[in-house]
């Protein structure tokens, strides 16, 4: 990966980088899919994209593909995780409001139980 693509003080660049330890259960050449921490559903995982982009606000028009390559490999794990069937949610935070607390781009992906709108 480039360097400047890192950010040396983000827990996710950590993550994908090896720094942190984590279960990886998928990666490729731009996604890597990792469980969440703190999970608030009986499957929680985050679909990041291995470059540091800091919101979803802070995409660039060449960053287009990466969305398309968030939902087909979150679609991917949610079929290895058993919850494709009855169905899941993949969420991105983007900003403040939206109580983003890590800043760089990630989906929730988030299913195995009836959600509710607001989690
Ligand atoms: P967001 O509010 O969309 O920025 O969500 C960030 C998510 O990252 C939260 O659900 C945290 O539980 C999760 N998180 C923070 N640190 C870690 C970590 N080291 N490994 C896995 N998940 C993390
Ligand atoms: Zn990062």
């Not at 950590?14 to 890597?32: A, H």
């Not at 291995?50 to 028009?61: E, F, V, W, Y």
């Amino acid at each position: 990966m480039c360097p400047e693509k890192k950010d040396k003080d983000c827990v996710f660049c950590k993550i994908i980088g090896g720094e942190i330890p984590s279960k990886i259960l998928y990666r490729d050449e731009d996604i890597v899919v990792f469980p969440d921490i703190n999970p608030i559903t009986p499957v929680h995982l985050l679909v990041v994209t291995r470059k540091h982009i800091p919101s979803l606000a802070q995409m660039s028009d060449a960053e287009t593909a990466l969305v398309g390559k968030m939902v087909i490999a979150a679609n991917r794990v949610a079929r290895e995780q058993g919850i494709a069937g009855k169905g899941y949610r993949l969420t991105i935070n983007s900003g403040a409001d939206s109580g983003q607390i890590v800043p760089h781009l990630h989906a929730h992906l988030m299913g195995g139980r009836q959600l509710r709108w607001d989690h």
